[in-house]
């Protein structure tokens, strides 16, 4: 057996053990709690092996021998007409790559999750529906096609909405469950019917037959769609993209995401960091070839130009709110959405690599301020408002450094952290390509240091503000392991995909891995997209200050002096009104309720009780009712004009010529009767035929 | 001779139903044990055709004719080809399961099993028979139990009311559907009601376009076709459960089913003209329905509105005029039986405890029913094309079929679209359901509430195992009902 067989199997088995896992648990195991997170981490330490073996294998041959021998395995599962639906797997550098940290956030979650589901009485059931999670974005990477992708990405719909809704007993947490499960499906839906135009156009959905080949990508490139003034590409581009921004939250179908915080604090990770946004990125990550083709220089396709709109909007929009709520995990919901808008802008703009790179960074960091914020939340005896907190530093000294780092890497702290790299990049390509696209991220980075040194001094510094926070006490080991192992990527991952023209650094490297490894994902097209061909200090200093300014403002307003238990946030005070805006996300929940919600729910009501009851059933009732008036009629001619003076004449015929048909047709024979029906029917049918 | 295995599945039932008149007045269970036992062969022997079926030759199999009334042309011709098969399995399933989940009645049960098997007789019948005479004869034979199980078992508010309604709408739907059946007997001039012979015959194109839409109508109203359909919520909730999970599991697959026979397959061009006008009624089953249940509170009427918009996917797959399409329309036929008889067996377990339907009286029964709550998660995802469940892969090839189908319509894209809608009001409609009734806090007063039988659990894991099996390996399903579609394919000729 080579070794490419072997890696083959081995990437076919990936996304198994933990479907075994949740298989197992539900239905055997669900009693035992220490043999279900046992046998869930066990099965998810398996697939992490197996991917990480993958990965380490694969860098090994180079990014462009994957991507010219992608490893591949195919089978057949749905013959519709002449094709065949196949199931099969695919690595190419996209894949190892996301692999890599999917595999390794998923694992620090499970492990963390011993100690943050403690005492659970749904303990065992978690773990399976962690471990289903995990299932499906194994399995959505490694998919070699767009059916086998969706497949995945809705069991994580499916997951999310059961995880959300963990705690169902809570009203709150079951509403929020629904609404993420219907809004990203919203976007689902779209994004099938992107599949089935691009199914019905070019007869296949594999990656490979479909991104890797010009000929079908020009094909597509050129034919109008349904839509006029779109090609075909851009039609199809444009409703997958639609998918991302629900799966994502994306404006405008970003508010399920922060209510989702309802679930318990791994899932968020899960959710946020690990598995389901960062799928609904990986997606157009994956498609990009098709979204980018026919485009010319500079000037993107339709979706790009609708990817680099709503995600520098969202970018901007999400990080406002942010910094002006309470809820620690809130906070972090908002910074979510705000930092996936950053790869969806950068994919916009044609900065393919940085989109990716910032994907994986933003997985461990995120995971591990949604852990360390789950941290807090348990050593602070489930307080979430960071208005009542304060003071944790010492008392959580592993939590607090390592919350810092992720806080860093987030804010986009120059050098040190992974977070600037990756940020840096983007901003680097809007720099060169789209002033405005620049000029609003660059505001958003502002923003977003500014909102997490809020979080952090609100957190940590200065003294309790609230009960739980005065007794708060740091979290056992199986909490913070994961989160000095994720502070570590945190840190050092950016150093894999440092610019080689960067000033002394990029000399000291001297080989950008990451744009070379994963920009090899899609070939030929890497070397045509545009962007800077040198180094350029401009965007690079703005970055820099945006970080440190944001980190700077921040301090000033909560670090310098701490809130006192109380007070008021002083941001409140200085924005007035903008503040309330801001703290109500510009009511946009408020503002969907009634544009959206409240209409369907009359309108519905209105077809079920007018239509419905009123008109169809009123048409019929009708009918009916002329029936029994046409009979009380009947039977008054019956009984007197019939009865009365035309019948007692007539009977004596009626009855004579009864006699002598009865010996005709009434011959005993049940064929004969039934030819009688037929002769019925068939003078119905002439008539019906002349009438009509 | 061979072993006609066709005509055995669909008499066994009738031969239970004749022993079980012949018991002694005062018996309980014997009506029970002899049902079981008629409807399990026919279960037994319907897998037994699904296994043997030969889906690389295709066409009709298991064919037996025996001459019947010579001087028209009619015989007792049955025999099925892949879809055919298919019908036949989901029939034999879940008239099996309706036995199971109806020991509990005990008000005069040699009547109410002798009838129900008198039913699955005419639905078999229905499926398997090649001879459109017959055919007619065995679907009035369906009507007439049904009257009778629910004025005698249904739910007393609704039952004498529901039971007309249901019965008058589809007699009339299928009058008018058996005067264009002999329209075609007669212009054909064949003198033959034989199905495959007539498949060969093309009639004339104006005779085609006159006929098509009152037969492939008068049949859609038993698939209750919009704005035909409001007999089905209706009759639904007032049928007792096992007739509400075959009403709605095959009795509405026999209209589609025939309506695509003898109106698609029969009158071709009649198809090809009508149908891209008469799709527009099937995209309103499914947005309309879907609306309705998204605000209507009784657990049944939720549950026959679904039903109401599966049928107008199953309609639009048919509407498709594609292999794809069709095949989406037979494999939703079949998803969409076991599902919906899936969630009326749930309805009946939670409304046969509790005696009450409005989901928000409901509340935590997933700690008294948990079997019920999971077949009814289980039920619920298949409903709204949750891949891994066999509803996906209906949805799926029905959403393909339909966008390819613009070439007979620039618009299909558009109802594919707009039917997409449906998906996420599914979802809604059931969840909420499924929040209102299983979850949330439980009442007291049903604290200690007898649990799922035995039986019901059976039934339930029986149909569970199909719609996860069929999901997770489609290619158990599709090749058998693909074969199927290819052999009628040809029937639509040349566009």
Not at chain 1, 488 to 511: N, Q, R
Not at chain 1, 616 to 625: M, N, S, T, V
Request: glycine residues 10%; hydrophobic residues 55%.
């Amino acid at each position: 057996m080579t070794i490419r067989q072997l890696l083959e199997i081995l990437t076919v088995l990936i996304p198994l053990p933990p479907f075994l896992a949740f298989a197992f648990i539900v239905l055997f195991f669900n009693r035992w709690k220490r043999l279900s997170h046992s046998i869930a981490i066990g099965a998810m330490a398996l697939s992490f092996l197996m991917a990480q073996i993958v990965f380490w294998t694969v860098i090994g041959w180079g990014g462009e021998a994957l991507y010219e021998h992608p490893i591949a395995v195919q089978v057949p599962w749905l013959p519709s007409g002449d094709e065949v639906l196949s199931m099969g797997v695919m690595v190419d550098p996209l894949t190892a790559i996301t692999l890599f940290f999917v595999s390794i956030t998923c694992l620090a979650i499970f492990i963390y999750s011993v100690g943050y589901m403690h005492g659970d009485p749904r303990y065992s059931r978690f773990f399976a529906y962690i471990s289903l999670f995990a299932t499906g974005m194994l399995g959505l990477t490694v998919a070699d096609n767009l059916l086998m992708l969706f497949i995945f990405w809705e069991i994580m719909g499916l997951c999310s909405y059961l995880l959300i809704g963990f705690w169902f007993e809570k009203p709150s947490a079951y509403r929020a469950a629904i609404k993420a499960f219907l809004t990203t499906r919203i976007g689902d839906v779209i994004m099938l019917l992107g599949i089935a135009y691009l199914y019905s156009q070019t007869g296949t959905l594999s990656f490979a037959a479909i991104l890797r080949d010009e000929a079908v990508l020009h094909e597509l490139a050129v034919t109008p769609s349904v839509i006029s003034g779109l090609s075909v590409a851009a039609a199809v581009g444009l409703l997958l993209f639609a998918g991302t921004v629900g799966k994502s939250a994306q404006f405008p179908l970003h508010v399920w995401l922060p209510d989702a915080m309802e679930g318990p604090t791994p899932v968020s990770a899960m959710i946020h960091a690990a598995t389901m946004v960062s799928a609904g990125v990986y997606m157009v990550v994956r498609m990009f070839p098709l979204l980018a083709v026919g485009m010319e220089g500079a000037v993107g396709t339709p979706p790009m130009v609708a990817m680099a709109i709503i995600g520098s909007f969202t970018a901007f929009f999400a990080a406002t709110i942010a910094v002006a709520q309470d809820d620690i995990k809130r906070v972090l919901a908002y910074s979510t959405i705000s930092q996936l808008a950053y790869m969806v802008a950068a994919l916009g703009i044609g900065a393919y690599v940085a989109a990716a790179f910032h994907l994986v960074t933003h997985a461990f960091f995120k995971a591990l301020l949604f852990l360390g914020s789950g941290s807090v939340i348990i050593g602070a005896h489930h307080e979430q408002d960071m208005m009542e907190m304060g003071g944790l530093r010492k008392r959580m000294p592993v939590t607090f450094w390592t919350f810092l780092i992720g806080g860093f890497a987030l804010s986009g702290f120059p050098i040190l952290t992974a977070g600037f790299w990756s940020k840096d990049e983007i901003l680097a390509y809007a720099w060169h390509l789209n002033p405005v696209v620049f000029w609003v991220l660059a505001a958003g980075a502002l923003l977003t240091a500014f909102y997490t040194m809020r979080q952090i001094c609100l957190t940590f510094l200065g003294e309790p503000r609230g009960e739980h926070a005065e007794h708060a006490h740091e979290t056992p080991w199986v909490m913070t392991g994961p989160l000095v192992v994720l502070a570590l990527f945190a840190l050092f991952f950016g150093f894999v995909g440092v610019p080689e023209e960067f000033p002394v650094l990029g000399e000291l490297i001297g080989y950008n891995w990451f744009h070379h490894f994963v920009g090899a994902t899609v070939g030929e097209l890497l070397h045509h997209l545009p962007g800077p061909e040198s180094f350029n200090p401009v965007p690079l200093a703005i970055s820099v200050v945006a970080a440190l300014g944001g980190l700077t403002l921040g301090w000033l307003v909560y670090g310098r002096r701490p809130l006192k238990a109380g007070e008021t946030d002083p941001l409140a005070r200085w924005l007035g009104p903008v503040h309330t805006v801001l703290k109500n996300k510009y009511y946009i929940d408020e503002l969907y309720h009634f544009v959206f919600i409240r209409p369907t729910v009359w309108l519905a009501g209105a077809v079920f009780r007018w239509f419905d009851r009123g008109l169809i059933d009123g048409i019929l009732h009708g009918i009916a009712r002329l029936g029994e008036i046409l009979g009380i009629a009947n039977r008054w001619v019956h009984t007197y004009v019939i009865d009365g003076g035309v019948v007692d004449g007539s009977a004596k015929v009626v009855g004579a010529t009864g006699r002598e048909l009865r010996q005709v047709l009434q011959t005993g024979q049940v064929q004969h009767y039934l030819l009688q029906v037929l002769m019925f029917l068939c003078a119905f049918a002439l008539l019906y035929i002349l009438f009509f | 001779m061979e072993f006609p295995v066709l005509s055995v599945i669909i008499f066994a039932p009738a031969v239970a139903a004749v022993l079980i008149l012949l018991l002694p007045k005062d018996r309980q269970t014997e009506p029970k044990v002899l049902a079981a036992a008629g409807s399990f062969i026919s279960f037994v022997l319907a897998i037994w055709i699904f296994l043997a079926y030969d889906r690389g030759a295709g066409g009709y199999q298991f064919v037996e004719k025996v001459p019947w009334f010579p001087a028209i042309g009619s015989s007792y011709h049955v025999g099925v080809n892949g879809m055919g098969v298919m019908l036949v399995l989901l029939n034999g399933i879940l008239l099996f399961c309706a036995v199971l989940i109806s020991w509990r009645i005990d008000e005069r049960p040699r009547e109410f099993f002798a009838l129900l098997l008198l039913m699955g007789v005419g639905v078999f019948g229905a499926f398997a028979l090649l001879d459109l005479l017959l055919l007619v004869l065995f679907y009035e034979l369906v009507l007439f139990p049904i009257y009778l199980l629910i004025v005698n078992w249904g739910w007393k508010p609704l039952r004498e009311y529901g039971a007309m309604k249901l019965t008058l709408y589809l007699l009339l739907g299928s009058l008018v559907a058996v005067v264009g059946i002999l329209a075609i007997f007669f212009t054909s001039g064949l003198g033959t009601f034989d199905m495959v012979e007539l498949e060969g015959v093309a009639l004339p194109v104006s005779f085609q376009r006159t006929w098509f839409l009152p037969i492939f109508l008068g049949f859609a109203v038993l698939a209750s076709i919009w704005p035909f359909y409001s007999w089905s919520p209706d009759g639904y909730a007032a049928a007792p459960t096992a007739v509400s999970m075959l009403h709605a599991g095959v009795l509405k697959n026999v209209g589609a089913f025939t309506a695509f026979r003898v109106a698609v397959l029969l009158l071709p061009e009649g198809a090809r003209f009508w149908m891209p006008y008469v799709v527009f009624l099937m995209v309103m089953n499914v947005v309309y329905a879907t609306f309705v249940a998204l605000v209507h509170t009784d657990f049944k009427y939720i549950i026959g509105f679904a039903s109401v918009a599966h049928l107008g996917v199953v309609l639009m797959g048919f509407a498709s005029l594609n292999e794809l399409g069709w095949s989406g329309a037979v494999t939703m036929m079949f998803a969409h039986g076991i599902i919906a008889a899936m969630t009326f067996a749930v309805v009946g377990m939670v409304y046969d405890r509790t005696h009450i339907r409005e989901i928000k009286q409901l509340g935590g029964m997933v700690q008294r029913l948990p079997w019920a709550a999971v077949g009814f998660i289980v039920a619920g995802l298949a409903s709204m094309g949750m891949p891994g469940f066999l509803g996906f892969i209906a949805e799926v090839q029905v959403f393909l079929g339909l966008w390819r189908a613009a070439d007979l319509a620039p618009w299909y894209p558009v109802i594919a679209i707009i039917s997409a809608v449906g998906i996420v009001g599914t979802a809604a409609y059931t969840l909420r359901a499924l929040q209102y009734v299983f979850l949330g806090k439980l009442n007291p007063k049903y604290a200690d509430l007898p649990g799922t039988s035995t039986l019901d659990k059976v039934a339930l894991v029986l149909m569970s195992a199909v719609l996860i099996l069929g999901g997770v390996f489609p290619f158990l399903v599709t090749p058998i009902v693909q074969s199927g579609v290819q052999s009628v394919l040809a029937l639509l000729g040349g566009a």
